[in-house]
């Protein structure tokens, strides 16, 4: 999804196999580019004159620290000599691929940038998750596809869209598999007792409690996305009132007509059978370790 948007770009290059071969490289070079990295990114990122500082406290220990002027820590992270990092990043092309690694399975993903949180189809979506899960990839990838496992995930937040297959035997099929799974959503081909389980699910996901140490930062984060209680309140009612209908239209508008990007983690020997199957095309990238 790293080619989508920006937000994608930044936790591909924080957590994917960019994030990997920079740990090797600076492994290599001992850590002196590291250092001269860290350097940087501490005047760059240190260098606001509005810091924000975010707290997860009793009322009592606020009052307390309020009174010592928050230990001038707004004094400490504002350094006069340094100028604010600004992002100026050009996406590469997102493009289908495979990687080989040591394994005689499959770790698959096909990924979509679609519609965000404010649209207000985005909670039929959300539970498009759940029916594409249950009543197709589980059965159809897991059961008799002999996979590990299988599913689909929705980020309101991004708009990323994927399902994926880990530890699977096959490749040319599974693909076959996303791309019917999401026809037959798009087609209504469930029932309303499947459609009642996809909202408990959703809702079971919605309505977990948030833990003491990550309230303030979901909070913060809320509120700078501008994901107000009523726009969650109005999302979740959404949720419960969902029609069949009304899903089956959100899937055939905004993921029906797209054209994914596929990626695949597998061993060499299982992509070299399964390769003339394929109908997407699936150039090779080497990973650089």
Not at 18 to 26: D, G, K
Not at 71 to 99: C, D, M, T
Not at 163 to 189: M, V
Request: hydrophobic share 40%; charged share 20%.
């Amino acid at each position: 999804m790293s080619g989508h948007s920006l937000p994608s770009y930044i936790h591909n290059q924080w957590n994917g196999i960019p994030y990997l071969e920079a740990i090797l490289r600076w492994e290599k070079e001992g850590g002196k580019s590291l250092i001269k990295e860290l350097q940087r990114i501490q005047k760059q990122i240190l260098a606001t004159n509005m810091p924000h500082l975010i707290l997860s406290c009793a009322a009592t220990q606020y009052e307390e620290m309020k009174k010592q002027h928050f230990y001038g820590v707004h004094k400490k992270i504002a350094p006069s000599a340094s100028s604010p990092w600004k992002g100026n990043f050009s996406l590469p092309p997102a493009e289908s691929q495979v990687r080989f690694i040591s394994a005689p399975v499959a770790f698959t993903a096909y990924g979509m940038h679609t519609i965000a949180y404010r649209n207000a189809e985005a909670p039929y979506l959300y539970l498009a998750t759940e029916l594409l899960e249950n009543c197709i990839l589980h059965k159809e990838i897991r059961e008799k596809g002999g996979a590990y496992g299988g599913g689909a995930s929705y980020s309101p937040s991004s708009g990323n869209f994927h399902l994926y297959a880990y530890r699977d035997p096959h490749l040319a099929n599974t693909e076959k598999i996303f791309r019917q799974a999401i026809e037959r959503i798009a087609e209504g081909k469930f029932n309303e007792s499947e459609l009642l389980e996809a909202k408990f699910g959703v809702l079971q996901t919605l309505d977990a409690p948030v833990s003491p140490g990550n309230r303030a930062i979901v909070a913060y984060a809320w509120q700078r996305a501008g994901r107000t209680l009523p726009l969650r309140g109005e999302f979740r009612k959404k949720i419960l009132e969902a029609e069949k209908k009304q899903i089956a239209q959100a899937v055939a508008k905004h993921l029906l007509p797209q054209h994914g990007v596929l990626v695949s983690f597998l061993g060499k020997e299982l992509f070299e059978k399964e390769k003339k199957k394929i109908t997407t095309s699936l150039p090779v990238h080497p990973i650089a370790i």
